[in-house]
């Protein structure tokens, strides 16, 4: 039988495609290169052609997972009847929702992140997903411009730096991880409950806008 050659996209896809199945069933750090090579029935230097190590794998399949939920969001995005303010609400509720959802099947493999040693690594996918999200969040900032409903010198930046905030939760999420069944979980849920209330105060304020406009988590929600 002849060999069949793929396209290097599509290679690298089925790769991605094998890695995220064994990320969920196992979890990150228990599934090796070997299991996701056999797994793609590829060689290890096919393997190699495309990723230099787990580490770029999850980066890049950080990746690809928000633009799959940027694709999911494209009513939000292209209906012509909402405000910039309407839009930037609805499409981060939407997000809070999927981030829920997928929650179950996420957690073994992206709570390693938060851990001390993986601080780096931490900074790799966040950079990555913010990479898939600053031209989205441009877009919706640019509107409320347009309508005077934001006030910002410059739109790219000021996603950039709305959506940096959201690292600056690392140490509050990592501790609510940490806490978790433990007796100290309330007091840091409610932490984060209230670093997520003034997140949002923050934004609020970067693009100009009365306290309370952007609609963050409600308490109890614990979201990260």
């Known amino acids: 039988m002849p060999r069949v ?39 290890k230097g096919g393997f190699y052609h495309h990723f230099s190590s ?8 950080a990746a690809r997972l928000a633009e799959e939920a940027v694709a999911k969001v494209q009513d939000v995005l292209q209906d ?5 303010l309407d839009r930037l609400n609805r499409f981060l509720a939407r997000a809070r929702q999927m981030k829920v959802e997928d929650a179950p099947k996420l957690r073994a493999t992206f ?6 040693e993986n601080y780096v690594l931490y900074h790799r996918l966040n950079a ?64 984060l409950d209230e670093r997520l209330r003034f997140q949002g105060i923050a934004v609020d304020r970067i693009l100009g806008l009365p306290d309370g406009s952007i609609a963050y988590p409600n308490p109890g929600s614990r979201e990260p």
């Open 54 to 61: 787990k580490e770029e794998m999850l980066e890049a399949l």
């Open 111 to 116: 709570d390693i992140i938060f851990r001390p």
């Open 128 to 191: 990555a997903v913010i990479a898939v999200m600053v031209p989205v969040l441009e877009g919706i900032i640019a509107q409320g411009m347009q309508e005077g409903v934001f006030s910002v010198p410059n739109a790219r930046s000021a996603a950039e730096i709305v959506l940096q905030l959201g690292s600056s939760t690392h140490d509050i999420v990592a501790s609510a991880i940490e806490a978790s069944g433990t007796a100290e979980a309330a007091a840091t849920a409610d932490a």
């Open 5 to 43: 050659v793929k396209h290097p996209d599509a290679r690298r896809n089925e790769l991605l495609d094998c890695a995220q199945a064994l990320f969920f069933e196992r979890g990150f750090e228990r599934t090796t290169i070997s299991d996701i090579i056999e797994k793609a029935s590829v060689s």
């Open 80 to 84: 012509p009847g909402l405000g910039a």
